[in-house]
């Protein structure tokens, strides 16, 4: 396996980060996870896990290794009347792996279109769009302890997934390579275009008779137009998760802001961080070469040569404007390095 150093990042994010890796190194098979592992050099150097670097921003460079996960297949490992189970190698890139199951008619994962990165950081926060969650649709997973160099299975439960969260992003941080995912698919669709935007837009197709693939197309329509595409401009998709609130903060806030957008969650109630950001008067705002996107106020971006530092801090000021204004305090979803 090839071990290098002093690597540039730039190219393993979407954020565009120019930070540097002390070492680097691709793994496509379990027996190079443990060679990273076991080698004497690196056994108690800090260890980074990358798939498609979509969520991650990089504030300085890391001073360990970079295990960048490659590990490849998509295979049906059991069927039964109702369900087709599929396992894909952490390294797959997600839409592909969504495109393979609407070309073999497995449903479940239509939803979830043209989100970036790669299958295996698709549990770390439980990826979600228009109504899905990959929890909806997972199995187990297979993941490579690195203290112990065993491989572990981690069930829906093991993982203890929430909105944008699962032990991965909390207790086993960094602990677990995660090597593959096995999905729990649907031989008969159950569509949910619950989600405003894709009914709408599925009659803008002039789509008749539903499809997993009409769907797909229309998540994918709805989200090419609002998101910017980190090979035109660097971004991590949403920037913050959208806060859960109690209901009566939810009151207190729609005394003055009658207009807030909010859905509800269990007991308590969802805001929509984009619409407190706009609020607050950021949508569009860009210094130097970071800013905040101009048509969706939830994702920074960087347009060519801004330093994770950079939209470090613009994110703080982002958070102490909505919280000055609202009183909501406002959570990272991206993780930062
Ligand atoms: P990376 O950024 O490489 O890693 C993310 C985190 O997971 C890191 O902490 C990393 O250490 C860890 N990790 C990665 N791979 C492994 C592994 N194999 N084992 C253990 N840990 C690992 N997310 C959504 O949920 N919904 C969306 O709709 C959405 N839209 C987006 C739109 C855009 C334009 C962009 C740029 C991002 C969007 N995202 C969205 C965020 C991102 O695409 C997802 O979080 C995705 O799952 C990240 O995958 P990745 O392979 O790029 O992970
Ligand atoms: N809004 C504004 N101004 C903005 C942006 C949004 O007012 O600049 C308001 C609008 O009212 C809009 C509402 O917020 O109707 C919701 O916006 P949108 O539909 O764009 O979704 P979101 O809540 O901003 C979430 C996820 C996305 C996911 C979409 C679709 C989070 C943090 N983000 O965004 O996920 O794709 O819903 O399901 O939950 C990601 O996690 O990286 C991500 C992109």
């Not at 003055?256 to 969650?265: C, G, R």
Request: hydrophobic share 40%; proline share 2%.
């Amino acid at each position: 396996m090839n071990i290098r150093e002093g690597v540039s990042l730039r190219q393993y994010n979407t954020f565009g980060i120019a930070a540097k890796a002390k070492f680097f190194a691709e793994i496509s098979a379990l027996a190079d996870a443990r060679e990273i592992c076991s080698h004497k050099q690196f056994v108690k150097t800090d260890k980074l896990i990358l798939g498609g670097g979509s969520n991650i921003l990089f504030t300085k460079d890391f001073d360990g290794i970079v295990i960048k996960n490659n590990f490849k297949g998509i295979e049906v490992v059991a069927e039964n009347s109702d369900n087709i189970f599929v396992k894909s190698g952490a390294g797959e890139n997600w839409h592909n792996f969504v495109l393979h199951c609407i070309e073999n008619n497995y449903a479940g994962v239509e939803n979830l279109s043209l989100i970036p990165g790669n299958v295996g950081a698709s549990p770390m926060q439980n990826i979600g769009a228009y109504g899905v969650e990959i929890k909806d649709v997972f199995h187990e997973l297979e993941a490579f302890e690195i203290a112990t160099a065993e491989q572990v299975k981690f069930s829906a439960a093991d993982c203890n997934f929430g909105y944008r969260e699962s032990v991965f992003k909390n207790k086993h941080r960094n602990k677990f390579i995660i090597t593959s995912v096995t999905f729990r698919l649907n031989r008969i669709p159950k569509f949910n275009i619950s989600y405003g935007a894709i009914e709408q837009e599925l009659e803008k197709m002039g789509v008749k008779e539903l499809s997993i693939s009409s769907v797909s197309k229309a998540v994918c329509n709805i989200r090419s137009s609002k998101l910017p595409d980190p090979k035109q401009i660097g971004n991590a998709g949403s920037f913050f998760k959208n806060p859960v609130i109690s209901q009566e903060l939810y009151e207190n806030i729609k005394k003055e802001f009658a207009n807030v957008v909010a859905y509800p969650s269990g007991n308590e109630v969802k805001l929509a961080a984009g619409w407190l950001i706009e609020q607050c008067g950021w949508k569009g705002y860009r210094k130097n070469d970071c800013g905040v996107h101009m048509n969706q106020a939830l994702v920074l971006v960087n347009y060519g040569n801004a330093s994770g530092d950079e939209i470090f801090n613009l994110s703080q000021e982002v958070m102490d404007s909505v919280n000055k204004k609202f009183g909501v305090t406002l959570e990272r979803e991206v993780n930062i390095v």
